[in-house]
């Protein structure tokens, strides 16, 4: 009988929790909206607002979007079906029109435009998070009834719905016609998506209808996932890819209060991750890479969402680990590879790898929420020193979001 009504107790605390994001921190964005109102907010806090309020003010005014506007037609034959390019396959010059080569790194420009679906899908996903961030540090109701439409338009209405798969992500001419590496631009339904979801619940444009008709998408969709075999294939990589399908899952999961999927997602990327991260706290899959500083950080920021999670349902700690493995080799925690790029979110200080592209300051908030989460000053010393000052436009948006996640999403050291 105790073991039932624990287990009934753990049942509605786990619901409880699910009405909170995923993966941001809303008791400590309650604190950061109150400090917004009562004008004791932070310099860089006040600062990260204004930015925020000023694009959700553009965001207002665009129109809305959906998959149906893209003008390749998917090989299934329906427009409602997600449509993307792999950013880095190229005409083969030898084959110039019938097959396509990989040329790591070099974005092609081809896989960045309306034609297809990859930009519209970040530029939807965005837009639906900054103006639910804009309605619940502001209260304005026109931020949220904005992100509202956006979501029915994308996700509900008949004529311009996507369907929930990824069959023709990342497709390469001549050799494909989707991949199962095109799973990784789904990524944002489960961070982006879901937290704007949950925070929009409280808002007052927010319908039953509505809620019904985004946990039917996200079932189908983690149904797709979970059974396709581009999703069996995407949860077997060894890199990043595995780790932003767990996150995909595990998101979702949260989303769909289903916690024993969470807790299988966990395990698999405590066991990934020691195949990962190397005794050091490198990464040898990533610095293989030719932007081997990007996919360091980019692996790292689907970790540092996974350890968020894991202890937010209970599934477990993958910051840290003291065990040991039968064969006497220590296991290796996100803390491990977290020490070993904290030093380089200095940018003056060299990269030893073969890097296209480096912008330390997208390390900051990940050190943050480590802290925060540990309730432990370790990485203070390189968060309270970073500028996100941009002295490339091309980088203007990537440290607008670390500066966002930071001191607008996070408070450093408030713990």
């Not at 912008?359 to 480590?370: D, F, G, K, V």
Request: aromatic letters at 10%; proline letters at 6%; hydrophobic letters at 40%.
């Amino acid at each position: 009988m105790t073991r039932l009504l624990a287990l009934i107790a753990l049942f509605f605390c786990l619901r409880a929790a699910a009405m909170s994001p995923a993966f941001l921190d809303q008791t400590m964005m309650a604190v950061v909206r109150d400090r917004l109102a009562s004008g004791q907010a932070a310099a860089q806090t006040q600062q990260a607002w204004q930015v925020l309020k000023r694009q959700a003010d553009k965001d207002l005014a665009q129109p809305l979007m959906s998959v149906t506007e893209k003008g390749l037609m998917p090989p299934g034959g329906s427009r409602h079906d997600y449509l993307s390019l792999s950013a880095y396959w190229w005409p083969d010059p030898q084959h110039p029109d019938d097959r396509w080569i990989r040329r790591d790194g070099e974005i092609n420009p081809a896989s960045k435009n309306n034609q297809s679906d990859g930009v519209r899908l970040a530029a939807f996903t965005s837009r639906v998070q900054v103006l639910t961030l804009a309605w619940y540090f502001s209260g304005e109701p026109k931020y949220a009834d904005k992100a509202i439409a956006l979501l029915r338009h994308w996700f509900l209405d008949p004529p311009s719905k996507m369907n929930p798969n990824l069959n023709f992500a990342q497709g390469v001419p001549g050799v494909a016609a989707g991949r199962s590496s095109g799973i990784l631009d789904g990524r944002y339904f489960a961070t982006r998506v879901v937290d704007s979801l949950i925070l929009l619940r409280a808002a007052s444009g927010w319908r039953k209808e509505d809620e019904q008709g985004m946990q039917s998408w996200m079932q189908e969709y983690l149904t797709w996932l979970e059974n396709s075999k581009a999703g069996k294939r995407e949860a077997r990589a060894a890199n990043n890819h595995g780790n932003w399908y767990s996150v995909q899952l595990a998101g979702i999961a949260w989303y769909l209060q289903k916690t024993p999927l969470i807790t299988q997602q966990v395990r698999a990327t405590r066991a990934r991750m020691q195949q990962q991260i190397s005794a050091d706290g490198s990464q040898p899959l990533e610095l293989a890479r030719t932007r081997s500083f990007h996919y360091s950080y980019f692996n790292l920021q689907a970790l540092v969402a996974l350890a968020v999670l894991a202890e937010r349902s209970g599934a477990g700690d993958l910051w840290r680990s003291d065990a040991k493995d039968p064969s006497g080799t220590k296991k290796v925690g996100i803390l491990t590879a977290l020490d070993f790029m904290a030093p380089w979110t200095d940018s003056t200080r060299p990269w030893p790898y073969q890097s296209r592209d480096r912008i330390s300051e997208r390390l900051i908030p990940l050190l943050s929420q480590a802290d925060n989460s540990l309730h432990e000053p370790r990485y203070q010393q390189f968060v309270r020193r970073a500028t996100f000052h941009a002295p490339d436009k091309t980088q203007r948006g990537a440290l607008i979001e670390a500066q966002r996640e930071t001191w607008l999403l996070s408070l450093p050291g408030i713990r």
